[in-house]
Structures are given as structure tokens and as C-alpha cells.
């Protein structure tokens, strides 16, 4: 699934060094197979032409004139109205100002007026120009009316000061797009917890036992939730990867600190998938210097179990009814379905993943998985090797039709 896929997306840019970095976010939307429509204002075209934009979208930008020249009458209702949603990226104090009062003098103004679609706005000017009230003021305003305030962000502005003023990256201003496209997905107003990566059970202060979980496959599925509409909670062991927008994230290292995170998360949400690679044993002592090389010819280790994450879910759920749906992974290197069959039944899971993590292009840190899907009810799916996304996505259809029946 591609969010971006055909989707009208109107990006005004106004007057502010940072609409250089508007052509970065229009041509990676336009690679994402967005409809990019953009309006600048008269002060963003002395910064940046609109043969930039038209270059990079392959479609028209617009200019002011575009209001009253060619003819075009109702640009305004078109480009307001046919949109799935706009954004205003760089917003300058001016724009916001404007925005904020209701004041349509320009065809971006006049656009952002007549739009009807959820209107994401992405501040950028001097630090002191966005401390002043009269700014702060405007963006409440337009805070109080549903508008998304994106940033700004904190460090170098182009004064040569450092503060906050700086627009937000065209990467993460992607995410936000993509969150505000997902917002009436078939999962909106659901809850997911998602759990990701490998947990770390500290040996001493310098070293820990644990596993190659990268959590490619947990993030992946906290995206696929978010692009369906649901609210994410993401757990995560130590991590790499970056946090998907829209995501809340929770970083935990030990098994204990994820299932503190789990159980304190679970009485709100719908759907728990557990994903991560959570340490079976941890040292049965921490040892609180480190251990000298010097003091051991041999060294002994002795570990005891973490706790069950699903089994303690189990007994929530059956005292509670939360979650609505759980859903695990197992890793197994052998008798996949048998294994995976029994953790179905003993950790009393709706769903459970199981991938062989034996095989060099599935399970741990790689980009692709070859999962056989095991239901309750004893159905069984055998998915081909697919993108991560594209693994997680097939286990969100599932968690849908699960969730329909309950
Ligand atoms: O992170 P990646 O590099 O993308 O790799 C993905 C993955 C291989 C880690 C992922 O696809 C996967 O298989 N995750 C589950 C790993 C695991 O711990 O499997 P398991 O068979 O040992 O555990 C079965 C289930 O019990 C899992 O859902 C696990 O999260 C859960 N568990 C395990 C131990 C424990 N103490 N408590 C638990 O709840």
C-alpha cells in the first residue's frame, strides 16, 4: 500500500530562506506518486522559481497572478477545494498572520481559506519573530481551529543566530503528510501497542546479552498502523531506526522495562503485536563493576528467566478483555508451524508470525520476511518473501478482519 499513491497534495510556500527545501519535499512526494499542486506566494518566487517546483512535480505551480490572469476564476475553489490535504511549508510570520485573521489577498491565503481539508502549516523565520505574541497568538488561533503546527525546529537560522525558527526537514514534514492522509483510515480510533527490536539484559555496566533484532520488522508494523489510521504506541529496545511520525515511543533496553511498558499501555488498547525479540534469560545477578578479564580464566554466567511478556498479557486479558486482539511472532530456526502452533496456544494469542530465522533473507536485520500466518481458529496463510512493509500490511488485513468478527 502507497499512501501517497495519487493523492492531491496543495503545498504553499511563502517567503522564507527555507523554501529551498519545499522542492526537496515536492519532488519526494511527487516520487511517492503524489499529485503536487504548489502555490507560491510573490516573496517565495524571489527566493525560488516556480520552474523549480514545475520541474520536480512535472505540474503547473502557481503564482499570484495565477488569481487573476489565464482566465482560471475559480483556481481558487479548485486548487482549495480538490485537494486530500494541504500544507504550508515554509509558513512565514506574514502568512500566519494572514492565515490566522482570515485575511485571502493572495491565491495561497484565498486557497487556504476555501480548503476543507485537514491544512498542515510548517512556521519558519527568526527566532525573534516567532517569540513575539502577535506570532505566538496567530499560531494558537490556528492551533484552536485544527490546523497542524509543525515545529519549528531549534539551531542555525539564517541570520547567523541560533533559535527556534528553523522549518522542519522535508523527511519528517513526508511523515506528517503521510499521518494526515491516514487520518480516516480503516483503523482510525483504534489503539495498537507495538513492540520492537531485541531487549538488552545487562551482564555488568559495559556488557549485555542480547539478540540481532534490528526492529525493521516492528517498526515497520507500527507504519503500516499508522498509515491505516490507528493510534501507535511503539516500544522499542535499542534501536537505529528512525521513530515513524505520529508514533509514540517508549525506549526500553531490558525485558522487564517492556513488559512494565506493555502492561502500564494495555488497558487502552485494541491491539497488542508483539514483535520484539525479547531475551528469554537474564543474569540471575548484575554485577555492578565490571568484571576484570584478569580475575577469570573461566567465566560462569548463570542466568534465570525474564518474564513471559504475552503470558502476563494473557492473564490481563482474561481478567479484563484488553486487548481486543493480540498478535505474536515466533523465531524459530525449525518445525516453524508446529513451534509457532504451540506458542499460538500457550501464550493464547488470535494471530501469531512465525519466520524462519535461519534463512539469510528473513528474520533478523534484513529488509525482507517469508512469514506463515497461523490463526486461532487453525487457518493458515503462507505468505511468499516480501518487503517487511509489505509483511506488515498483510498481518494489518488480518488484525482488520479480527477486529471486524470480535
Ligand atoms: O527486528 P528485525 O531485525 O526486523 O527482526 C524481526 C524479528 C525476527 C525479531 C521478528 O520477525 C520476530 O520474529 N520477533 C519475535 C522474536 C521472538 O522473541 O520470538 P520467540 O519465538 O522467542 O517469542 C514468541 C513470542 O513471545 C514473540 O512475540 C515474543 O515477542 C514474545 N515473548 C518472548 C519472550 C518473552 N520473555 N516474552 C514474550 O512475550
Sequence with gaps: MNIFQGKRVVLGVTGSIAAYKSVTLSSRLTQKGALVDVILTDAAAKLVNAITFESVTGRRAYREKDLWEGGEHVLHIELGEENDVFMVAPATANTIAKMAQGIADNLLTVCALASRTPLLVSPAMDGGMYANPATQENLRILEQRGMRILGPAEGHLASGLAGKGRMLEPMELLGHLR????????????????TAGGTQEPIDPVRVITNRSSGKQGYALARAALDLGADVDLISGPSALEVPVGANVHDVSTAEEMERAVLNLLPEADVLIMAAAVADYQPAKRVSSKIKKEEHDMLQISLKPTPDILHAVAEHKSRSGAPEISVGFAAETDHLK?????KLTAKNLDLIAANDVSEPDAGFDVDTNRVLLLWKDGRLEELPLMKKSEVAFRIMDAVIELLEAS
Design 179 to 194: 499521518l494526515a492522509l491516514a487520518r480516516e483510515g480503516p483503523l482510525s480510533g483504534k489503539k495498537f501497542v507495538v
Design 338 to 342: 508446529e513451534n509457532a502452533e504451540d
